[in-house]
């Protein structure tokens, strides 16, 4: 136990160190990686992939994946847009009605993982691939643009030097931490990701538990669709295309395992903030969209990897 202990420590301790050395990096390849302005619109642009992947978080811990998080978030871009503009509902009315879809796809999410039995992969695929297309229907395939000032303000706004964004995402990290780490509920999504019958057997509800975690998933999605469509005033069919591998890449480099039961929210923060210098870092380099994606995707085999390797060692 002391062994594993360590291990937990020195593993988070080494993600913030990754991230020292990119910054040192990028710093060196491009001075302006590190000026006041640059870091601030790195954490702009992360808040919707950081306020994402904490209901990613929950999803993993339980040992499965959530690939509709993307279609999730356009889904909303769009709803949202559609309420406001076209149907000329009240701002706040509908921001309401876009969390509350987007937290009963997450419901819909576990109806059919939890009660029909589908597996959480080809399930969320199923809803990513249906919402696209319901969103695509909704707008025509056409922006929609014209929303009120006050709108602006939750992608846009500022509380003194610091954006909104980066505090509602401050502020969902702060609750994912605290829902993991102070609540029965948080206990419950590790005893479930751990050893899904032992948690059964010791009284836990499994399928709740379930059900609760593509629930809060959904929510945290739509959050994040609502500030990204503030910040871009536009509502797009393919405003957050591959966002889910994105966010996926953050929780799973923030070192919460695939196979479920151990992660924290902190790690999930220094792999947030990873990407979002990894992403900045190579465009103030020139590096294009492909190599990007290249770089991306290499760096989650090997988090995934690493923590494969890590499992095995723990069974031997």
């Given at each position: 136990m002391k062994e594993n202990k360590l291990g937990n420590i020195i593993k988070s301790q080494a993600i913030w160190v990754v991230f020292i050395v990119l910054c040192v990096g990028f710093t060196i390849a491009n001075p302006r990686f590190i000026t006041a302005t640059n870091l601030l619109i790195m954490l702009r642009q992360v808040a919707v992939w950081g306020i994402a992947s904490v209901g990613m978080t929950f999803v993993i811990l339980l040992g499965d994946i959530d690939l509709a998080t993307g279609s999730v978030i356009t889904f909303v871009n769009v709803l949202c847009s559609y309420l406001m503009v076209h149907m000329g509902v009240p701002m706040a009315l509908a921001i309401i009605i876009t969390l509350a879809a987007s937290t009963l796809i997450g419901i819909l999410n576990g109806f059919m993982v939890s009660t029909i039995g589908i597996p959480a992969l080809i399930a969320t695929f199923a809803t990513q691939t249906a919402f696209s297309g319901i969103a695509l229907i909704i707008c025509d395939g056409?922006?929609?643009?014209?929303f009120t000032e006050s709108f602006k303000v939750f992608g846009q706004g500022k509380v003194g030097p610091v954006p909104v964004p980066v505090i509602i995402m401050i502020i969902c990290f702060a609750l994912g931490a605290f829902i993991l780490n102070k609540t029965y509920f948080g206990r419950y999504f590790?005893?479930?990701?751990?050893n899904i019958e032992a948690a059964r057997l010791s009284g836990i509800r499994t399928g709740r538990v379930k059900y609760l975690v593509f629930a809060l998933s959904g929510f945290f999605a739509g959050l994040a669709g609502l500030v990204l469509l503030s910040r871009v005033n536009s509502g797009m069919g393919?405003?957050?295309?591959?966002?889910?591998?994105?966010?996926?890449?953050?929780?799973v480099l923030g070192g919460v395992s695939v196979s479920g039961g151990s992660g924290r929210m902190s790690g999930v923060v220094a792999g947030t903030f990873i990407i979002s210098a990894l992403n900045n870092g190579m465009v103030l380099i020139n590096l294009n969209s492909w190599v990007q994606n290249i770089v991306l995707g290499i760096v989650l085999v090997l988090a995934v990897g690493f923590d494969c390797?890590?499992?095995?060692r723990q069974a031997n």
């Open positions: 056409q922006p929609i643009n014209g590790y005893a479930v990701g751990g393919n405003a957050s295309l591959g966002y889910e591998f994105k966010v996926i890449t953050c929780v390797y890590q499992k095995k």
